[in-house]
């Protein structure tokens, strides 16, 4: 158990434009999701904190207007890059903890590249 | 705010050769978690470790809870090819619900 599914794995866009991920939990609830954004030969940086039915908690330096988080539901959270620009380029990747547990299940990363 | 730091930094080693990577941390957790990371994946669970002292075995890896919250290591026996990857030490302060942190990672090869 304890399954979390990312789509798409992987998109090209124009800069500009708008990209919607989306991050579900297959067997489990999630109240609380995670973002995190990985650059090549770098680690995990957390983005933001997602919970379900209120507004994201961003980290210092993410640009809340920029990076969208919406969390409509115990299994759904999706991350919209908008006005994408090259520099956004990189490894997206949610993740989602079952209540009761102090684990954190990582989803497969979406890979963004911004033209 | 919270740093962890991993060393080494990358290993070449021989395959069945036993690999042994630690974990440092300026503050405190209340766990501590490793990941394997493959090119173009996410993260995978190897070990999570919620009590310190804590010594947690899961196949051939091997990880342990340092007394003082601030370290953990891990370690790999018998290492195989089908072991490389990037390692990866993460930190909870709280429970499920609280951010992982995540350390710069230990790039591991290995030479068949």
């Known amino acids: 158990g304890a399954v979390v599914s990312q789509h798409p794995s992987r998109v090209i866009c124009k800069s500009g434009t708008s990209v919607k991920i989306e991050c579900r939990s297959l067997?489990?609830?999630?109240?609380?999701m995670f973002w995190y954004r990985q650059f090549p030969k770098q680690s995990l940086m957390l983005m933001a904190t997602s919970n379900e039915g209120s507004k994201a908690t961003y980290e210092q330096g993410v640009e809340k207007d920029k990076f969208l988080i919406n969390h409509a539901s115990l299994t759904l959270s999706t991350l919209t890059v908008t006005s994408a620009h090259p520099e956004d380029s990189s490894f997206y990747i949610c993740?989602?903890?079952?209540?009761?547990?102090?684990?954190?299940?990582f989803g497969p990363g979406t890979r963004l590249t911004v033209l | 705010g919270q740093q962890l730091n991993q060393s080494p930094q990358s290993m070449f080693i021989q395959e069945g050769e036993d690999v042994s990577m630690n974990c440092t941390s300026s503050?405190?957790?209340?766990?501590w978690l490793w990941y394997k990371q493959e090119p173009g994946e996410g993260p995978v669970l190897l070990i999570a470790?919620?009590?310190?002292?804590e010594l947690t075995s899961n196949g051939r890896l091997t990880a342990q809870f340092g007394i003082t919250r601030k370290d953990s290591f891990l370690n790999i026996s018998a290492s195989i090819p089908s072991d490389v990857g990037i390692y990866f030490c993460a930190g909870q302060r709280k429970t499920s619900y609280d951010k992982v942190i995540f350390g710069p990672g230990t790039s591991l090869s290995v030479i068949p």
């Open positions: 993740s989602g903890g079952r209540d009761g547990t102090d684990t954190q299940y």
């Open positions: 067997d489990f609830q999630a109240t609380t």
């Open positions: 470790l919620y009590k310190a002292g």
């Open positions: 503050s405190i957790f209340n766990t």
